[in-house]
């Protein structure tokens, strides 16, 4: 989210300028972690979790007032998470964090009233596939140093099943053919994991989720890949232990390897990030990442240098943060940060690697179409 931020304040400018009298709210990862920055292009930010207290402001809001710009006449105390410093108006409600059960009790996003048909022809024309997204799990417990979390936070969350499954439903109906399982940690739980493959045995759909490179085995591979599992992401980082508990990632370069073995003899395609150039490592280490990447039977492959995302321990920790520099481009070898690693270097590194496993890929593909 952070590439968005100067596209939200120029919007933010261009509706205060063409609809007197609105009101702007802001929300997400950034408005929470920085809330006085989005008070200055808006009217008042909600952080965190605001499942449930933007939905009421908003309804008390046009059930109770004339007009937006009376706001302040709403009882804004009572809003969790709501930020406002504006107009000789201050408020700063404590974040929270929802209940499983409140969770649980959420209705379904609703998907009407948006143009379906030419998000998928999109999808369709890049991918071969109808996607949409879908949530099934909330928050993370663990602390990996570069990784950013304000708004779900650290506790583990699941949904209901059987809500699950209707909003599956639902998309089905509205002629999806495929699921991106947008969790942080969808395969953390096996028994929820194993309940959800379960349930999708039969059904027309594929799925694609990230998984953590611990605690899948064959079987649960060979589950996942029977249920429609067609792909899935794994956050292998690095080829080094060293860095590994640098980033504090509680995984091993072995599980690393170990994850990817294990989905790809369940024939389920494997697709890896990796980091090079983190704070704290060295050349060497990040030539044995390129090996590592190379050595694996991955089917995409990304590599990025470090992002250190506000909010993250990797952002308190690095020096000559530069705001003014290249924070809107993603996915591209640019440090925002005082690094000791080349990016000329590196870029020419990614690029000969992302050749060699071009290379490797075509091999592969040579002799699986070869005949008997």
């Not at 989005?38 to 605001?50: K, L, N, T, W």
């Not at 739980?189 to 027309?204: A, V």
């Not at 070898?333 to 075509?362: C, G, H, N």
Request: proline share 5%; with cysteine.
């Amino acid at each position: 989210m952070v590439t968005t931020s100067k596209a939200a304040f120029r919007i933010a400018q261009a509706v205060r300028d063409r609809i007197k009298g609105c009101l702007l709210v802001a929300g997400g990862p950034l408005p929470t972690l920085y809330p006085e920055r989005y008070a200055r292009h808006f009217d008042m930010v909600f952080r965190g979790e605001a499942d449930t207290s933007f939905p009421t402001f908003c309804q008390e809001l046009f059930t109770i007032l004339p007009s937006p710009a009376l706001f302040a006449r709403l009882p804004l105390t009572l809003y969790d998470g709501l930020y406002i410093n504006r107009n000789g108006i201050h408020v700063n409600n404590p974040v929270v964090h929802h209940s499983e059960s409140q969770i649980r009790s959420f209705p379904l996003p609703d998907r009407t009233d948006f143009d379906h048909s030419a998000y998928q022809r999109t999808w369709f024309e890049r991918h071969g596939v109808k996607t949409t997204s879908l949530i099934t799990t909330l928050g993370c417990p663990f602390s990996c140093d570069f990784c950013s979390k304000p708004v779900f936070g650290n506790v583990f969350r699941k949904r209901d099943l059987d809500s699950v499954f209707e909003e599956i439903r639902q998309v089905r109906f509205l002629d999806y053919d495929s699921l991106w399982i947008a969790d942080d940690n969808f395969t953390l739980d096996t028994g929820f994991l194993k309940e959800f493959c379960l349930r999708m045995m039969g059904l027309p759909i594929r799925w694609s989720c990230q998984s953590r490179v611990t605690g899948i085995d064959k079987n649960m591979a060979l589950l996942m890949k029977a249920a429609g599992c067609s792909k899935v992401y794994l956050g292998l980082e690095t080829g080094t232990d060293a860095v590994l508990r640098i980033m504090k990632k509680q995984a091993t370069v072995s599980d690393g390897a170990n994850a990817v073995r294990v989905f790809h003899d369940a024939g389920i395609a494997v697709a890896a990030f990796f980091i090079v150039g983190y704070p704290g490592e060295d050349v060497a280490s990040i030539e044995q990442t390129f090996r590592y990447a190379l050595e694996l039977p991955l089917d995409d492959v990304s590599f990025n240098v470090p992002f250190p995302l506000p909010g993250s321990r990797l952002f308190d920790r690095v020096s000559g943060l530069d705001n003014g520099k290249d924070w809107a481009v993603e996915n591209e070898v640019t440090f925002v940060y005082k690094s000791e690693f080349d990016p000329q270097w590196l870029e020419s590194r990614i690029s000969q690697t992302m050749a060699a496993v071009a290379a490797r890929r075509k091999r592969f593909a040579r002799r699986e179409v070869q005949p008997a």
